[in-house]
């Protein structure tokens, strides 16, 4: 077990409700949660490996596939969905050739669907690794992406 | 000194903030020049958005608004140096936007520096807390805010001192205060923006709900999707223990009070109460039985108390206003203000703070601006996915818990979404229950089962493949998983379809008996056919078209082949002659089923 791991399971070992949190700082420092880092976090906490896998799979915000080197969140809240936001999902599908919940062969993007992003007055959205790019139509879509790509 | 403030909250920063924010430190800098620039939240002004304020040393105060590096540069030029406003990009003090809300809980957003305790103090912040906590006994407290006739804003509206005096009256040593910061339903980010905008307001809020309950400890359980939110919290939380407003003996008396920051992980459930606390103690976020009811057991066993930010961010200024005062706006049953996200079709979107009362004419046009490129106002939908899709016929409601729950719609937590012709209803339901189809935590059978048919049924509907009979089955399944459901999102997930049939049951018709999506949406029902006389063959519609499905050689007349064409409309927003045209009805299925172009 690495260093930073380690660390990590003693820092929360003793604090109350500490599944979600060890879950999240996991998932941060691996960019996933594989079987092995559940079932250490199982052990700390004293709980069941299949009950931190079920906490883990109950919540949208966790993986269990290394995701690509950007992560594009197409927001579909209502705003985003009355004002286009399927038509982003069809030009990510011409440009990348991928779906939500994929990634691309070459391990650059992955494309996510979320539930609202709360830009609604910019709709529709989509939130490329921390930068929200709002009004959108599917072509300047493509140019946020390839300018990512580069 | 003159102050130069630019509004980062994420609205901004999306529109292009941090670009004038540097933009105007390296002015300032390589001029030299002595003004203080400082971060401010969100205004709520969203469609003006990135804007700075420039506050002079007599008062004066300068809003501008769409602003970029450009524009910023020439500000700095000609108002910060040479001393006159550029009237082209002020937004003026009388704009209906800003001049018809009446602002109570958003009074700092967009005014003071968030990530600033001074300033929240200056404006008077912690007061309400020192006087609660110096002055008053927690009954008093309680008294005050059941005076005061505030209600949950969270959806529900249950009265909050109410649920105060549950909490303080049932027994133990140890006892929770929880702020519900998972603002799951989408289309609405009210918490998000009070949050980002003035953070301390609800530390505040927390902290004399925890005196007035008997709690030690409290949890903010926030979305990990606002990450700006979080970071500002966590500052606040940390500022307002330094200076002894948080933590031990605070302000030198016997009640202590400590806060945590939970960040959720995305369930929609999580909004519930019992299902939040589940997922605070680290279980999956699934709802129990109430009775016990929160106030009895909750967190860890401990009595517990759960408010929504917007409820909190109300409660230090009714003690600083008095409660009568706050009881003096608003209706009959609904005191004060509520915060709305106006997003959709809306002219003018954003974050605003209305007086309870106003009608929803006179929010949407009146404030709203009325419908983007003038089209026809169709339906403004109200409480997400609990809640309704209000017609043009009931505008001239009033905007209370009552007054809308009598629509067959919910106040909710005041998502304001706006429709116009081009939004198709039946989608529109098919939307909501998608969402609350997958978010379902699958407890009850009937939720997770009968929102599963109705949504089924629903996309037949969209696909033009539905029966009359299918209207039926979706009012007597929507009656079936209200009733069978044990917490709010099963409750009210039928909600959107209830609403839609009763209000719109004509354009469910259309679909079912001729094929047709009078908004021209559903894809399914739609062709998209080349207008041969209107034609340049610029071939534009060949280059965007995903599948070849347009073609034609270039100065020749192109064609659109039936088959090929998946009906993403990227040729209808690409062409610049208006020759495309979409039709939907018997027509267009026939076409699409056969292939061949009519």
């Known amino acids: 077990m690495d260093k930073g791991f380690n660390e990590l399971l003693q820092h929360w070992k003793s604090q109350k409700g500490n599944v979600i949190p060890l879950l999240q700082k996991t998932q941060e420092l691996r960019g996933y949660l594989d079987r092995e880092d559940m079932e250490a976090i199982a052990e700390v906490t004293g709980k069941s490996p299949a009950e931190i896998y079920g906490v883990a799979t109950f919540y949208a915000q966790f993986r269990f596939q290394p995701s690509g080197k950007h992560t594009l ?54 939130m490329l690794d921390q930068e929200v790019h709002g009004r959108l139509t599917g072509d300047r879509l493509k140019k946020v992406i390839r300018k990512a790509g580069t | 000194m003159t102050q130069v403030l630019v509004g980062l909250g994420s609205c901004g920063i999306a529109s292009g903030a941090r670009a004038v924010y540097d933009t105007l430190q390296q002015e300032l800098s390589r001029r030299k020049l002595p003004f203080s620039v400082s971060v401010t939240g969100c205004i709520g002004a969203c469609h003006r958005e990135p804007q700075i304020e420039i506050r002079t040393e007599d008062g004066g105060r300068y809003l501008y608004g769409d602003l970029d590096s450009e524009k910023t540069l020439k500000v700095v030029e000609e108002h910060l140096v040479g001393g006159k406003p550029v009237e082209e990009y002020l937004i003026p003090p009388d704009y209906p936007y800003l001049a018809k809300q009446k602002k109570i809980v958003l009074v700092n957003s967009g005014v003071i520096n968030p990530e600033s305790i001074d300033d929240y103090l200056a404006a008077d912040g912690y007061a309400a807390l020192r006087k ?12 005050e805010i059941k005076t005061s006739g505030l209600r949950g804003r969270g959806g529900a509206g249950f009265p909050t001192g109410l649920k105060w005096s549950l909490a303080r009256a049932n027994a133990g040593a140890k006892k929770y205060m929880v702020c519900n910061a998972d603002e799951g339903d989408p289309g609405a980010f009210m918490d998000r923006s009070l949050l980002e905008g003035d953070p301390h307001t609800v530390l505040e809020g927390m902290a004399i709900g925890a005196y007035a309950i008997g709690a030690d400890e409290g949890y903010i359980y926030v979305r990990a999707e606002y990450p700006l939110a979080i970071k500002r919290l966590e500052l606040a939380i940390s500022q307002a223990e330094d200076r002894n407003l948080l933590g031990s003996h605070i302000l030198g008396s016997d009640f202590s009070f400590e806060i945590h920051l939970k960040e959720g992980a995305g369930a929609f459930v999580c909004g519930e109460e019992t299902a939040l606390m589940a997922s605070i103690e680290g279980k999956r976020g699934m709802p129990h039985v109430r009775p016990p009811f929160p106030a009895e057991r909750g967190l860890w066993g401990a009595p517990t108390n759960i408010n929504n930010v917007e409820t909190l961010g109300n409660v230090a200024p ?14 009959e049953k609904s005191k004060g203000t509520k915060v709305f996200a106006l997003a959709g079709k809306i002219k003018h ?19 709203g601006g009325g419908i983007q490129g003038d089209k026809k106002f169709k339906a403004v939908q109200l409480g997400g996915p609990s809640g309704g899709c209000i017609p043009e016929s009931l505008l001239d409601v009033q905007v209370d818990y009552d007054s809308v729950t009598a629509t067959g719609a919910i106040m909710g937590s005041g998502g304001m979404v706006v429709m116009d012709e081009t939004t198709c209803m039946v989608d529109v339901a098919r939307y909501f229950l998608s969402f609350t189809q997958s978010e379902s935590c699958g407890k009850c059978t009937f939720c997770r089962m009968g929102t599963k048919r109705m949504l089924e049924i629903l996309e037949r509907i969209t696909r033009g493949e539905g029966k009359m009979s299918d209207l039926d089955q979706l009012e007597q399944l929507a009656v079936k998983v209200k009733i069978s459901s044990l917490c709010g999102l099963g409750q009210t997930a039928p909600n959107p379809v209830l609403t839609t049939l009763k209000y719109f049951r004509e354009e469910y018709i259309e679909h079912i008996q001729n094929k047709a999506c009078p908004a021209k949406h559903c894809r399914a029902l739609l062709r998209f056919r080349v207008i041969e006389e209107a034609c340049t063959g610029c071939t534009l519609c060949a280059k965007v078209c995903p599948t070849q499905a347009a073609a034609g050689e270039r100065k020749a007349v ?27 009805g018997a027509v267009a299925a026939e076409a699409a089923a056969t292939g061949v172009e009519a």
């Open chain 1, 73 to 126: 969140k197409v927001c579909h809240g209502t705003a985003c969905h009355v004002n286009g936001a399927d038509g982003l999902d069809l030009a990510l599908k011409t440009e990348l050739g991928i779906e939500p919940g994929e990634t691309t062969e070459d391990g650059e993007f992955s494309v996510e669907r979320v539930a609202c992003l709360g830009c609604c007055s910019l709709a529709p959205v989509v």
């Open chain 2, 558 to 584: 192109h064609h659109i082949d039936q088959a090929l064409c998946i009906k993403c409309g990227l040729c209808f927003e690409a062409c610049r002659f208006d020759a495309i045209e979409i039709t939907t």
């Open chain 2, 318 to 331: 009714i003690l600083r206003m008095g409660a009568s005062a706050y009881a003096a706006i608003g209706t």
């Open chain 2, 349 to 367: 979107g954003g974050m605003i703070e209305v007086p309870m009362g106003i009608t929803l004419r006179e929010v949407i046009f009146g404030i």
């Open chain 2, 132 to 143: 609660a906590i110096t002055e008053m006994s927690p009954e008093q407290v309680i008294q």
